[in-house]
């Protein structure tokens, strides 16, 4: 299987599918990225767990949590989508979500083991996934997308985190 093609995903998740360049397919994905994303989020440092750039902007431990809470309900969308199981499954709200997942009352080190076990779970899931159901399709939130266009969406949505952590929060 190949990188994801315009029309096997929604076009708003297009830029994170554009931040995987160089990776042609899940397996490619997981070499590239896997360990280079654990490690940074494994080393955001406590003393900036808190720190919020702007008013109502999200801390680094909000930003894990909401990592965790997407990460989660894609492999579920793959998982659904790899059995052919043809439902259309619903979008959530990133802020709603937040807003009820109290990120605030945990500690960023519990988080960061969190999102190391789910990246393992993950990556496992992704290598056992028989070349023939990558290209399976669904629909999430109204719109179509392909087993393997989740699995590129998933890290480019790590990717896109990362560098707005680099940028406005570990400088």
């Known amino acids: 299987m190949s990188r994801p093609l315009p029309g096997d995903y929604p076009a708003y998740y297009n830029n994170y599918i554009q931040l995987t360049a160089g990776c042609n397919n899940p397996h490619e994905l997981i070499i590239t990225f896997s360990t280079s994303i654990i490690q940074f989020y494994s080393g ?3 003393y900036k767990e808190n720190y919020s750039y702007a008013p109502g902007k999200w801390t680094p431990k909000d930003i894990l949590q909401h990592i965790i809470d997407t990460e ?15 439902k259309n499954l619903p979008g959530f709200d990133e802020q709603w979500y937040a807003e009820r997942a109290t990120a605030t009352n945990r500690t960023l080190k519990s988080l960061q083991d969190e999102l190391v076990a789910l990246r393992q779970s993950t990556d496992c899931f992704l290598q056992t996934l028989p070349q023939p159901t990558i290209s399976l399709s669904g629909t999430a939130n109204n719109y179509p997308v392909t087993v393997n ?6 890290f480019g949505h790590l990717l896109h985190h990362k560098r707005v952590l680099e940028e406005k929060y570990l400088q």
């Open 72 to 86: 989660r309900i894609m492999v579920y969308r793959m998982l659904t989508f790899a059995r052919s199981d043809n």
């Open 44 to 46: 955001i440092p406590q």
């Open 149 to 154: 266009a989740i699995g590129f969406i998933i």
